[in-house]
């Protein structure tokens, strides 16, 4: 250790090893949840030999919500009771397990902030006109800014006064609008690629970014709307897939307030060197797009489309600007607008060094091959049931007296809508587990006049439970079955089992079942007829995309009335 400190390297103390599953375990584990210094600790796995056969990372909760603050008060710029609100939001929502780590942060450090929060705005340090220099200089300033703030509130009772009463006004108010990256170019110059790198890198460092695409959306005023749910959806950063090609393209963005930085893809050797890529890439793509798809038989006309976009381009004249060649790999740009988001953005960001570059190409990749795959917008991802007859058969026949019996089925697990914001890295899991089978193991049966279902569960065991739910297509009524032994094995990040951003009731137990409206919000509860399944009951599925509006039903018949 003294070597190590000789050359002015930080070390850290050894110690004295714990086992697993004891108190002393336990107490150390809980001990790194709660450090406000530390963003955590890897821990090593030592078996008898004293030979690490494992190491996992154990996470400080109270840094998380530190830096959560953090980014509430200088990146969107919150005090006040707007500030206490989404904080307490924030702790309200997390896990038991995380908030019992978090009391003493909640007892001594809520408050604290919150007032820290009003003395930057009460004393000038902070206000709707700083800028980006100023706030990047709040954030490196952080620990300093608090011990000024402790001192002058204790020597000064009147600004005490103000720190305690402070509530920003109409002027001050700032919404908490994220970085926004716009993309300028004709068809094929790369924009759509270059975004889904950005949006993959984003996720690996942790953000909340948001990939919105005008072929997604539709028309012009579905795209606006989708920019403006996402502004307030508390992502870190927008970004918008678009041609952009003019002011008259992109004065819808005046009135959303963005704080953009525009990327456009010129060709240095001028407009016709830019259509030949851009053409040569059209036409390798093939289908890989929603909209502009084209071969080299139609090779004039797409040339001709191609010369009309790029002599229409006007990238903006005003504000910052990064013009990227279309001749370069996406790599290179991506790293060029890292650089520029690090430098100009409110959010902080790692060094691109850190980020696994060929694993973020892969998704954008993923993605185009998908578009090939599936050119109608999928909605749905199910598990297509292989073997329908032996559903029925393990029916009670006077379950489905007086209902229309369905012959296929399906377990719709996740819903994706049709909504412009896509998840390019879901969707890169979606394309890798399509066709793939799976076992299923079938519960029980629920039966009401209305219809009936049967529960589902995976054979093995999973931490991320999920509960599996029906849908029946053709009635006004959905109905969704909740069990306690539903779960998910599959690697992909999927946890809504329905368009609904109402989660299952925690107390949920086999026999419960929840109907509600078409969107799925939960209505009324009632109990219903209950048959369960003797052990061996299971068949294989296969993972499947929907893509029709109205879904093959998924129940195991209705009624007929």
């Not at 093939?286 to 006309?301: I, L, P, Q, V, Y």
Request: hydrophobic fraction near 40%; include cysteine.
């Amino acid at each position: 250790m003294a070597a190590l400190q000789s050359f002015g390297l930080d070390v850290v103390t050894p110690q004295l090893a714990v086992e697993l599953g004891t108190d002393e375990y336990a107490a150390l584990r809980d001990g790194m949840a709660r450090r406000l210094n530390r963003e955590g600790a890897v821990v090593n796995g030592c078996n008898e030999a004293g030979v690490v056969v494992r190491m996992w990372r154990q996470r400080s909760h109270a840094y998380a919500m530190e830096r959560a603050a953090q980014e509430d008060i200088v990146t969107h710029r919150l005090c006040g009771v707007a500030l206490r609100s989404r904080l307490a939001g924030k702790l309200a929502g997390l896990p038991e397990e995380v908030r019992r780590c978090l009391g003493d942060w909640e007892a001594e450090r809520l408050d604290h902030l919150v007032r820290f929060a009003a003395w930057l705005h009460v004393t000038g340090r902070q206000t709707a006109r700083t800028d980006l220099g100023g706030l990047q200089d709040l954030r490196r300033r952080w620990i300093t800014l608090q011990t000024q703030f402790t001192q002058c509130v204790a020597a000064d009772a009147h600004v005490r006064s103000q720190v305690m009463h402070c509530e920003p006004s109409g002027d001050d108010a700032v919404t908490s609008d994220p970085d926004a990256v716009v993309c300028v170019g004709p068809q094929g110059c790369g924009k759509s690629t270059f975004s889904r790198t950005l949006y993959a890198l984003l996720r690996q460092a942790g953000l909340s970014p948001c990939w919105i695409n005008q072929d997604e959306a539709g028309g012009r005023r579905q795209f606006l709307d989708a920019i403006r749910r996402a502004q307030r959806g508390g992502h870190t950063h927008l970004i918008i897939d678009k041609m952009n090609l003019d002011e008259a393209a992109r004065d819808g963005y005046a009135d959303l307030g963005l704080r953009a930085l525009p990327v456009v893809w010129p060709h240095p050797d001028g407009t016709d060197a830019l259509v030949d890529i851009c053409f040569d890439r059209v036409c390798r793509r093939g289908s890989a797009h929603r909209t502009f798809k084209a071969d080299r038989r139609e090779g004039r006309r797409v040339r001709q489309t191609l010369l009309d976009c790029a002599t229409r381009c006007r990238p903006p004249t005003e504000g910052p600007l990064i013009e990227v060649s279309v001749a370069d790999d996406t790599a290179t740009i991506a790293r060029r607008v890292w650089a520029e988001l690090s430098a100009r953005g409110l959010t902080d960001i790692p060094e691109i060094q850190t980020l696994d570059m060929a694993a973020a190409l892969g998704v954008a990749n993923a993605c185009e091959s998908f578009l090939c795959r599936f050119p109608r917008h999928v909605e749905y991802a199910a598990i297509q049931i292989a073997s329908p007859e032996r559903v029925l058969e393990l029916v009670p026949p006077e379950m489905l007296d007086g209902k229309k019996v369905q012959k296929a089925f399906h377990v719709t697990t996740l819903y994706l809508g049709r909504d412009a914001c896509k998840d390019p890295v879901l969707l890169q899991q979606l394309v890798g587990v399509l066709g793939e089978s799976i076992e299923l193991t079938l519960t029980s049966v629920a039966s009401d006049p209305k219809g009936t279902a049967i529960a589902v569960r995976t054979r093995e065991s999973s931490p991320a439970k999920m509960f599996i739910h029906t849908s029946p297509s053709r009635t006004r009524r959905v109905f969704r079955l909740c069990t306690a032994t539903s779960c998910w094995t599959i690697p992909m990040r999927m946890t809504r089992a329905a368009p609904s951003s109402v989660s299952p009731p925690a107390h949920a137990s086999p026999g419960h079942l929840s109907s509600g409206s078409r969107e799925g919000h939960c209505g009324a509860r009632r109990w219903l007829q209950w048959h369960p399944l003797p052990p061996h009951a299971g068949l294989v599925g296969c993972w499947w995309p929907w893509w029709c509006k109205h879904l093959p039903c998924d129940c195991i018949a209705e009624c007929t009335a």
